[in-house]
């Protein structure tokens, strides 16, 4: 037995060995990598501009000291990208960006945001250039900004402009006895259309058509002026598939060249003035960014500008990078309008919406803080349903042209599956002390009296939200129920009807926010702070140095597009209560 026992003891001793020994490990290569940052920039350098991992606007900051620690090589939000080429301008050892076969997973608006920023880089005197093998149409109005193009002899452009498409689920419900049983307000609320229809609405397709369209305008509009080619003409190319060859493209001047990778860095050398057998100097944009300070302005003024990142889906509970949690909001929000130093509040808005109840919360909280200092919303790709519920009480609003937003209107949906069941031989019973103490079973047809409940909170919310509109906007109800109704707008038409005030960037928000609080110099600040544990974020990001991210694992193994659907259904089973949701995603293809 004592053998046995010394056995067990040695055993255990070499697994807490080990277990420090990782550890240990761990955190040296954390400290280790905090030291070298610094990636240093060397003469005559162009930065690649690779957007490959970056999504997010913020990739965050955490409450733990050992989550700080360990997310140093965590990837850079899509703000410090801006950031970073704004200090590239007056950088002298910077002497242009290069753009190399540069896929990325940008919204429309981080597009238009990304390809104007180029624009201003150009103006410094500076030359963007770009190369693909096969360009799709978000990566070519991106790269349309280069002063040359060039694109492989085998390759392909897909410029056709842009499509939505809707799955409707009736059928399959009736077929497998699954059912969605849904209230609404709003007759473009048409994220619960796919499950009441096996076609799309004249609603649906009036508002989407005209989203595309207002897109398209941003976008053609953007190309023919980078590209000097006509308007029309570039329409022309879309409807015709004009560029679909590498001759065809060189041809309507879309591309500049036909050629290969290495005759594509040939031309840079040339232009950096280096010998043909040397390699240029290079820094990635990850690095250059770390390199710079993330402060857009004020050196060492005492004066702040908070930015709130509010993006993902409004969920409720303490909220991540990915998901709106009336938690971190509440503190970001409170800590803005406690802290002396904080003159001002940027709310950055990049949500399709979701709880109605946190939405109202979030509210509050933004409510209060415009009491004492003003609060300019800045929208990314979206801000709608519950992502303009947050926004339309800010002493300002200012969206990207290509910004999704409005979409004012509430829906439930509740799951019953009673013919399912009855098919798979499965029968329930109920015993209840009251009338309505059962409320709502997926097995049972839905009860009359709790829809007619559910219908009177849904109608309530809707009230309310209209009301939080008219109030914040200063219209009547009737003007706000008019372009309500769940219908969805880009910023350029919600300028036209009164949902914003302003179309610009994220760095527009920032200066009308400095100029409401009468400052001229200034420093930012990001929030929220996530209250997240080391376990918990090793445990969903690539705090490990060595490992891939749960998320890049996905990517890598279901592909770009699967990966998205699989998040779609993952956030649509963590839904609760009544929701105000965009009615469905586009992105440019």
Same mark, same amino acid.
């Given at each position: 037995?004592? +053998?046995?026992?010394?056995?067990?003891?040695?055993? *255990?001793?070499?697994?807490?060995?080990?277990?420090?020994? +990782?550890?240990?490990?761990?955190?040296?290569?954390? @400290?280790?990598?905090?030291?070298?940052?610094?990636?240093?920039?060397?003469? &005559?350098?162009?930065?690649?501009? &690779?957007?490959?991992?970056?999504?997010?606007?913020?990739?965050?900051?955490?409450?733990?000291?050992?989550?700080?620690?360990?997310? &140093?090589?965590?990837? *850079?939000? =899509?703000?410090?990208?801006?950031?970073?080429?704004?200090?590239?301008?007056?950088?002298?050892?910077? #002497?242009?960006?290069?753009?190399?076969?540069?896929?990325? %997973?940008?919204?429309?608006?981080?597009?238009?945001?990304?390809?104007?920023?180029?624009?201003?880089?150009?103006?410094?005197?500076?030359?963007?250039?770009?190369?693909?093998?096969?360009?799709?149409?978000?990566?070519?109005?991106?790269?349309?900004?280069?002063?040359?193009?060039?694109?492989?002899?085998?390759?392909?452009?897909? +410029?056709?402009? $842009?499509?939505?498409?809707?799955?409707?689920?009736?059928?399959?419900? !009736?077929?497998?006895?699954?059912?969605?049983?849904?209230?609404?307000?709003?007759?473009?609320?048409?994220?619960?259309?796919?499950?009441?229809?096996?076609?799309?609405?004249?609603?649906?397709? !009036?508002?989407?058509?005209?989203?595309?369209?207002?897109?398209?305008?941003?976008?053609?509009?953007? @190309?023919? /002026?980078?590209?000097?080619?006509?308007?029309?003409?570039?329409?022309?190319?879309a409807h015709n598939l004009s560029a679909r060859t590498p001759e065809m493209a060189l041809n309507k001047k879309l591309v500049d060249k036909i050629g290969y990778e290495d005759e594509f860095h040939a031309g840079i050398k040339k232009a950096l003035q280096v010998e043909k057998d040397d390699d240029y100097n290079k820094i990635s944009i990850s690095d250059y960014a770390r390199n710079q300070s993330l402060s857009l302005s004020g050196g060492s003024s005492k004066n702040k500008i908070a930015i709130i990142y509010a993006q993902g889906e409004i969920l409720g509970g303490k909220?991540?990078?990915?998901?709106?949690?009336?938690?971190?909001?509440?503190?970001?929000?409170?800590?803005?309008?406690?802290?002396?130093?904080?003159?001002?509040?940027?709310?950055?808005?990049?949500?399709?919406?979701?709880?109605?109840?946190?939405?109202?919360?979030?509210?509050?909280?933004?409510?209060?803080?415009?009491?004492?200092?003003?609060?300019?919303?800045?929208?990314?790709?979206?801000?709608?349903?519950?992502?303009?519920?947050?926004?339309?009480?800010?002493?300002?609003?200012?969206? /990207?042209?290509?910004?999704?937003?409005? %979409?004012?209107?509430?829906?439930?949906?509740?799951?019953?599956?009673? /013919?399912?069941? #009855? #098919?798979?031989?499965?029968?329930?019973?109920?015993?209840?002390?009251?009338?309505?103490?059962?409320?709502?079973?997926?097995?049972?047809?839905?009860?009359?009296? =709790? #829809?007619?409940?559910?219908?009177?909170?849904?109608?309530?919310?809707?009230?309310?939200?209209?009301?939080?509109?008219?109030?914040?906007?200063?219209?009547?109800?009737?003007?706000?129920?008019?372009?309500?109704?769940?219908?969805?707008?880009?910023?350029?038409?919600?300028?036209?009807?009164?949902?914003?005030?302003?179309?610009?960037?994220?760095?527009?928000?920032?200066?009308?926010?400095?100029?409401?609080?009468?400052?001229?110099?200034?420093?930012?600040?990001?929030?929220? !702070? =996530?209250?997240?544990?080391?376990?918990?974020?090793?445990?969903?990001?690539?705090?490990?140095?060595?490992?891939?991210?749960?998320?890049?694992?996905?990517?890598? /193994?279901?592909?770009?597009? &699967?990966?998205?659907?699989?998040?779609? $259904?993952?956030?649509?089973?963590?839904?609760?209560?009544?929701?105000?949701?965009?009615?469905?995603? *586009?992105?440019?293809?």
């Open positions: 037995m004592k +053998f046995l026992g010394n056995v067990l003891a040695t055993l *255990i001793g070499l697994f807490v060995f080990f277990m420090l020994l +990782f550890f240990g490990l761990m955190i040296f290569g954390a @400290i280790a990598g905090s030291g070298s940052d610094t990636v240093k920039v060397e003469s &005559n350098s162009v930065i690649e501009l &690779n957007l490959d991992n970056i999504t997010l606007d913020y990739t965050g900051k955490y409450t733990d000291p050992w989550v700080t620690l360990f997310s &140093n090589e965590a990837p *850079i939000g =899509f703000t410090d990208v801006l950031n970073a080429l704004d200090a590239a301008k007056s950088d002298s050892k910077i #002497k242009g960006v290069t753009l190399v076969n540069s896929s990325n %997973s940008l919204g429309l608006a981080q597009s238009k945001a990304l390809r104007d920023k180029l624009v201003e880089f150009k103006k410094s005197g500076k030359f963007v250039v770009s190369y693909a093998n096969y360009f799709t149409q978000r990566e070519y109005y991106i790269n349309s900004v280069a002063d040359t193009i060039y694109v492989n002899p085998v390759g392909e452009i897909d +410029f056709k402009g $842009l499509a939505s498409e809707v799955m409707f689920f009736k059928d399959i419900q !009736e077929k497998t006895g699954i059912k969605m049983e849904v209230i609404r307000h709003g007759k473009y609320k048409s994220a619960v259309e796919p499950f009441l229809s096996s076609e799309m609405s004249p609603e649906n397709r !009036e508002q989407i058509l005209a989203l595309l369209n207002s897109a398209w305008e941003t976008i053609a509009k953007d @190309i023919s /002026e980078s590209r000097k080619i006509p308007l029309d003409s570039v329409n022309q190319i909220g991540d990078v990915n998901v709106i949690g009336e938690g971190a909001m509440r503190n970001a929000l409170q800590e803005a309008r406690t802290n002396d130093k904080i003159k001002a509040v940027v709310l950055r808005i990049d949500s399709p919406g979701g709880s109605a109840l946190t939405s109202e919360l979030i509210w509050r909280e933004i409510e209060l803080t415009k009491k004492t200092k003003p609060v300019v919303v800045s929208m990314g790709n979206l801000a709608a349903s519950g992502g303009y519920y947050i926004a339309c009480n800010a002493s300002k609003i200012i969206a /990207e042209p290509s910004t999704i937003t409005g %979409s004012i209107g509430v829906f439930g949906v509740l799951p019953n599956m009673t /013919e399912f069941s #009855k #098919k798979i031989g499965i029968n329930t019973s109920q015993v209840k002390t009251h009338d309505n103490a059962m409320g709502y079973s997926p097995f049972q047809p839905i009860d009359e009296k =709790f #829809k007619s409940v559910t219908t009177e909170s849904v109608e309530k919310i809707y009230t309310t939200f209209v009301n939080r509109v008219a109030s914040g906007r200063k219209m009547t109800y009737e003007q706000v129920d008019a372009i309500a109704q769940g219908r969805i707008w880009t910023g350029t038409e919600a300028l036209k009807i009164g949902l914003v005030d302003q179309l610009g960037s994220l760095d527009t928000a920032i200066a009308e926010a400095a100029k409401l609080a009468k400052l001229k110099e200034f420093k930012t600040e990001n929030f929220p !702070e =996530f209250d997240k544990t080391l376990m918990e974020f090793l445990n969903d990001q690539n705090g490990i140095p060595f490992a891939r991210s749960k998320e890049r694992m996905l990517k890598d /193994e279901l592909g770009e597009e &699967n990966y998205q659907t699989l998040q779609q $259904l993952k956030r649509a089973t963590s839904r609760t209560g009544i929701q105000m949701l965009l009615p469905f995603e *586009i992105r440019i293809q």
